[in-house]
């Protein structure tokens, strides 16, 4: 599977932002699906997932309650929903699937097997 990722940009402290991420193929249903996010240098590091019927979702204890994944498989997309942005949310971040519809706490990068490219997040204070 190929994923797209978009809808990074520059904001300001506060606002929002909503990523997405199309993937090309069937098979999209039978994706974990996550999002990681990346500063240069750093390793990446897990932000959020949710299962292959976006029942079961799992975050990082540092997005909990501002940033909310979601997926529409009738359109082959997860989103990252993201409030209250901060200063320290500039990332690259990228959108992942994992080829099971087996739901755990996949939260290393390792754990994922499709990658697409990173969108970047800049957020100013």
């Known amino acids: 599977v190929q994923l797209q990722a978009s809808g990074g940009g520059l904001v300001q402290a506060g606002a929002s932002l909503r990523l997405s991420c199309i993937a090309s193929?069937?098979?999209?249903?039978?994706?974990?699906m996550g999002w990681f996010r990346q500063a240069p240098g750093k390793e990446r590091e897990f932000v959020a997932a949710?299962?292959?019927?976006?029942?079961?979702?799992l975050y990082a204890d540092f997005v909990k309650g501002r940033f909310t994944i979601s997926r529409d498989n009738t359109k082959n997309t997860v989103y990252l929903q993201m409030n209250s942005l901060k200063p320290e949310d500039t990332f690259a971040y990228y959108c992942?699937?994992?080829?099971?519809?087996?739901?755990?706490?996949?939260?290393?990068?390792?754990?994922?097997?499709?990658w697409g490219q990173g969108t970047l997040v800049t957020v100013s204070s």
């Open positions: 949710i299962s292959w019927r976006g029942l079961t979702t």
């Open positions: 992942a699937a994992r080829n099971s519809r087996n739901w755990g706490h996949f939260r290393g990068p390792d754990e994922y097997d499709y």
């Open positions: 193929g069937r098979a999209f249903s039978s994706y974990v």
